[in-house]
């Protein structure tokens, strides 16, 4: 990436104070920043770097006015964070141009259809009938199986193992050690030896466009049918998926989450850390489960905040977590009032 301060006002809408003919190549922390690179102030708790930040450029809101001087050209826009989320995008494009080959140290089956401008990098494995649409980025020692589909526009990182017959949408992002497509935990139980016999994971997983997948998650293939991740679903890092589940569309969920089999999460849900789902049961469109959360049962109303093991609503968990801190207090009075309530009380007679 290589801006004037002014190119780059004129790419993003911003009203632009300061030197237009500054060159930008790098973005930077603003307390960090060096001449060269572009930061941002999104909260004004980082104002005071703002002075003596190092970088050539500075995105602040719309209608900002410093305090004090500043050396840096300043790009006023209406969001900064969503400008800079555009410009992020913009500078790893950059950074990927460079890597739009397929190297001659991978592995390419037979039947196989690549898309334009699609870089596939050392040691991976390509299998038989993959098709990968253009604008894709396949990073070093990734596996695709007989059958994937790759949608365009999609950046798969190493060690990434996306198995036989399994559909990526446009857009997509997995990171590194994502497997997809890894058999569903399914074993049928022998009541006379009291062994486990397995039972064939015959479907695919399907995962929509605009799909996020954080490092070493994984989303177990179907048993029949499809696993499905709806358009917009992010995932983050950690994150067990199982057999048969399908997760609604912009829904997020944080790290350490396991969703056990069969279990459908709406749409637009929030799941924080390690909650756990249990499999075969719906949750309502708009969820919020807080981190840790256990949810056992069908969650039917829309739009709820949960919390707890078991799952209550998030205003019960409050003033239950608040009782039971008091709990040793309560006991200890419970107890001093028993004894003397013994104290009072006439000692045994004989009949």
């Not at 140290?105 to 299998?127: L, Q, Y």
């Not at 990073?139 to 990182?157: F, K, S």
């Not at 929509?208 to 994984?218: H, I």
């Amino acid at each position: 990436m290589q801006f004037t301060a002014a190119q780059l006002a004129r790419l993003i809408g911003a009203t632009l104070q300061g030197d237009p003919e500054v060159i930008i190549t790098a973005p930077s922390k603003i307390e960090e920043a060096t001449p060269g690179t572009i930061t941002f102030l999104g909260s004004m708790n980082y104002e005071p770097f703002l002075y003596t930040t190092g970088a050539s450029a500075v995105l602040v809101p719309r209608g900002f006015e410093p305090r004090e001087p500043v050396s840096a050209t300043l790009l006023e826009v209406d969001d900064v964070y969503m400008t800079v989320s555009k410009l992020l995008e913009q500078y790893k494009k950059g950074e990927d141009a460079g890597a739009r080959n397929v190297s001659e140290k991978a592995a390419i089956g037979d039947a196989v259809s690549i898309g334009n401008n699609v870089g596939i990098g050392h040691f991976t494995v390509v299998g038989d009938r993959v098709r990968i649409g253009d604008d894709t980025l396949i990073a070093e020692q990734v596996y695709l199986g007989p059958g994937v589909r790759i949608g365009v526009g999609c950046r798969i990182y190493p060690g990434v193992r996306i198995l036989t017959d399994c559909v990526i949408g446009n857009n997509c992002t997995l990171h590194a050690n994502v497997v997809i497509g890894g058999d569903g935990f399914g074993f049928a139980p022998d009541p006379e030896t009291g062994s486990y016999s397995k039972i064939p994971q015959v479907g695919n997983v399907v995962i929509e466009d605009d799909v996020e997948v954080g490092a070493n998650t994984t989303i177990d293939r179907a048993s029949m049918g499809s696993t499905r991740i709806r358009r917009g679903v992010k995932l983050d890092n950690l994150i067990q998926v199982a057999h048969n589940v399908e997760i609604g569309e912009n829904t997020v969920v944080a790290a350490l989450t396991g969703i056990a089999g069969s279990a459908k999460v709406g749409a637009n849900c929030r799941i924080g850390g390690q909650v756990g789902i249990s499999g075969h049961i719906e949750v309502a469109d708009g969820t919020q489960a807080q981190a840790q959360t256990g949810i056992a049962n069908n969650i039917k109303r829309e739009n709820q905040e949960l919390a707890g093991t078991p799952h209550m609503l998030w205003s019960k968990f409050v003033r239950s977590s608040a009782a039971f801190k008091q709990l040793p207090e309560f006991m200890r009075d419970v107890r001093a009032r028993f004894k003397r309530l013994e104290a009072q009380l006439p000692g045994d007679q004989d009949q």
